[in-house]
Structure formats: C-alpha cells, structure tokens
C-alpha cells in the first residue's frame, strides 16, 4: 500500500517521529518535496538525527529511501547528512530520482540578496535557497539531475542561467557576477558525488506497487505553509499536501490509501506569516522551554518558534485539505506544567465568529475565541495506554477531536519512538 504523512499545521508537528515509526514497517521511504530548508527530529537506539534532506527511513537496513523529483536537491547537504547517519553506523539504501532538479549556490545567493533587499518586509526565509529554486524550475531554466550527464545539454543551459542572473545580480543586487565554467566545474563534481544513487525511481515505484511494497510518502512542513492553501504569501515553495505526493513520487493519486496527518497538542511556527493562537512573552517563553524533545526552536535554524495554543479552525481546515484518513496527536506531555490550558476554537472577525479558516488578508484581522480546559498538571510519560491518561488529559484529546472533526488514532506522550498511544477508533 501507499501512505502518506503530511503536516496540519504550519510545520514542525513531530513528523519526524511518526514517520520513523511507519518506516520500520514500509519497504520504501519517498521524500517528495521541500529541501534542506525544515528537518525532521528522529530519537530512536541508534540516536538523535535531525534529517533535512534524507528520507526519514534511513534507520532501517531494510528500507529504500529514495529522493523524489519534486525535491529540492541540495548535492553537499544531502552528502553531508549522508556522512553523519553513516558515522551513527547506519548505511541506508539511498536513491535519487534523474529527474530531480538540483539547488545550486547562486539559488542560495539569490535568496539572501532578496532577504537582505526586502529588509523589514523579508519573508523570513531559512535562505535555504528554496525560492530562487522553484522559481528556475516553474521557468524551466532548472538542472535535472540527468541533465549533469549531457555536456552540450548542460552547457546551453548554463549559458543562459548565466545571461538571465547575471542582469539580476547587476541591476537589482549590485552583487558579483555568475561564472559558466566556474558553473560547469560544479555541476561536474556534482555529477560524480550522485552518480552512485541516481535512478529511474518512477519505475521502480511502479515495479514496486505491483509487488505490492509498502511505499512510505513523506512530506515537509504543513497545510498552512502550502502556496495555494496557506497563508501566501509567507508561505514555502512546493506543495505540502498529500495529493502532491502523487506528483513529487511519480505516483498514481488512487494509489495512495491511507493519508495521516499530524498536529501537535498546542500550535509553533517557524517565520513570518499569520498565527491566529499566537501567544507571547513569558506565556510564551514558558511553553517554548516545555516543548518539543529540546524546546521550541528550529532543527535548521534554531531560532526560536513562535507557539501558541491549539488551533482548532486552522487544524480542521488543515486536515481537509490534506484529506486525512487518520490524524496524529503529539506532543501532548509538553502540556503537563499547565493547570489550564487554553483552545483555540474560533475566530472573531468584526465582531462576527467563524470557524471556516480565511484567506490571509482577512486572517490579519482575526481574533481568537478561546476556550479554557483543566490542565492534568502531571507527568505522563510513560503512559502506554490511552485508558491510563488522567482523565483531563483525554478530555483535552477529545474535545479537540470533536472540533476536528476527525479521528486522533495516535497520541504521542514523548520524543521517544515507543512513546505513542493507539486509540482504538
């Protein structure tokens, strides 16, 4: 079967360990999108990773994890995460698609220049050079990984890359100017750093799927950060919705079965952008030091995240949108310092309260309508079964579910992979 594993939110909602744990039973981890611009935190008995580029498969000898085409590859940072898995003594089954496009240097050039000349009204980009990246690739004036392969195709192409970002570096950025064979030169070494993992993966998903082999679809970020469902523009590059797996894997849209979609049992955020539930100061400083495995800051950036109370309308519409078959709660110990804790169930807009999630500009005059819940105030880590919760901390997960209006059929009470409750819905 197909799986997916998307994000509700707006990223950073403890993906990384649920798809760690759906990897021990898949054959097959796909990354279909995003870059080395947001990480996923693994915890398990070989250690602590924090994969930017790599399939979050790559604990397991018996998984093949495979680098879609619709990623952003970053050759040095994928080769450089791969040396420090191997070094924690793993050697996973890796594999790119031909047909994934490469993130060069002057994307992440570029994507500085345009942070640095937006100043106040910058994006809040990782500078991952994700932007500049899809940009050449919706021009068609994007690398493929084959096209490292063809001298005479990648020259042409260089030539003109040249020609188009070199106006742009002088006339807009007042910064130095691309070199072609400087160019060449890298994508030269680029070619034989990849060449041992480069691959036809369409068809070998398509053999696999009528093998029947479990293919794992992993996605990054969330809903909320998707450019056409999210709060554009403050939003990522590449679609974050489990329907864009099909894409991004080369994978028929019927094939995929079973979409789980996670959210955290309170809401963070990385960057600009709207955030309805946001709190802020020491309430804020209190549940960043309580949250996540080491507190709420960036597995690429380390800045610190914004946080704020659980959205219910943001996490409905987030869900929908991914069109879940099962939804995952983590993240829920993080909760256990509160007495109360407060939900997000509304929005107030003029006066008026809706619970249909807006467009941004509309969204930039909403108020949230808070509801206050009795907190467990108790550490429940530990706690394997969903029956042995205190009886607050189930109400909480129930009163959020009925909100979503979708199952929660996992709750997480830690960072550790064994540290999850199945409900039995």
């Known amino acids: 079967m197909v799986r997916a594993i998307v ?43 924090a994969l930017h580029l790599m399939p979050s498969g790559v604990c397991y000898d018996h998984t093949t994890c495979i680098i879609g085409n619709g ?46 000349r937006l100043g106040k009204n910058a994006f809040g980009s990782t500078k991952s050079g994700i932007a500049p990246f899809f940009s050449d690739k919706y021009s068609k004036i994007g690398i493929q990984v084959n096209e490292l392969f063809d001298d005479e195709v990648l020259r042409a192409k260089l030539k003109n890359i040249c020609t188009l970002k070199n106006l742009t570096l002088k006339y807009v950025y007042n910064k130095p100017l691309l070199d072609e064979d400087e160019l ?60 864009y797996g099909a894409v991004g894997a080369g994978i028929p849209p019927h094939k995929i079965e079973d979409i789980v979609v996670v959210t955290k049992a309170y809401s963070s955020a990385v960057g600009a952008g709207e955030f ?58 993080c909760l256990s310092y509160l007495e109360e804790i407060k939900v997000c169930v509304g929005y107030e807009i003029d006066g008026e309260i809706t619970k249909d999630f807006p467009t941004t500009p509309i969204l930039k005059k909403c108020k949230p309508v808070l509801k206050t819940l009795k907190g467990w105030h108790c550490d429940i880590r530990g706690i394997k079964e969903y029956d042995k919760l205190p009886a607050e901390a189930r109400a909480y997960v129930e009163f959020i579910e009925n909100e979503l209006q979708h199952p929660i059929t996992m709750v997480s009470n830690g960072p550790e992979r064994e540290a999850i409750i199945y409900r039995n819905k």
């Open 184 to 243: 060449f030169e890298t994508c030269m070494e680029y070619k034989e750093k990849i060449k041992p993992y480069v691959c036809d993966t369409h068809k070998y998903l398509s053999d696999a799927m009528k093998e029947g082999k479990n293919i794992l679809l992993e996605g990054q970020l969330g809903t909320l950060k998707d450019p056409d469902f999210g709060i554009y523009p403050m939003v990522t590059s590449s679609s974050t919705l489990a329907g």
């Open 276 to 333: 309805v539930s946001e709190i802020f100061g020491d309430e804020a400083q209190e549940l960043r030091i309580h949250g996540g495995d080491k507190g709420e800051f960036g597995a690429t950036t380390g800045r610190p995240r914004r946080v704020g109370w659980f959205d219910c309308v943001a996490s409905r519409y987030g869900i929908e949108c991914q069109g879940a078959t099962q939804v995952v709660m983590t993240a829920l110990d």
């Open 7 to 49: 994000g509700a939110n707006w990223g950073d909602e403890g993906k990384g360990k649920i798809t760690d744990m759906f990897a021990e039973k898949s054959d097959i981890v796909v990354r279909f999108q995003g870059g080395a611009n947001a990480g996923h935190t693994i915890i398990n008995e070989h250690g602590r990773f």
């Open 71 to 116: 990623v952003a590859l970053d050759i040095n940072k994928f080769l450089k995460e791969l040396e420090d898995v191997k070094a924690a003594g793993l050697n996973p089954h890796l594999l790119v698609s031909e047909r994934a496009q490469i993130l060069m240097p002057y994307h992440i050039l570029l994507d500085e220049y345009e942070e640095e």
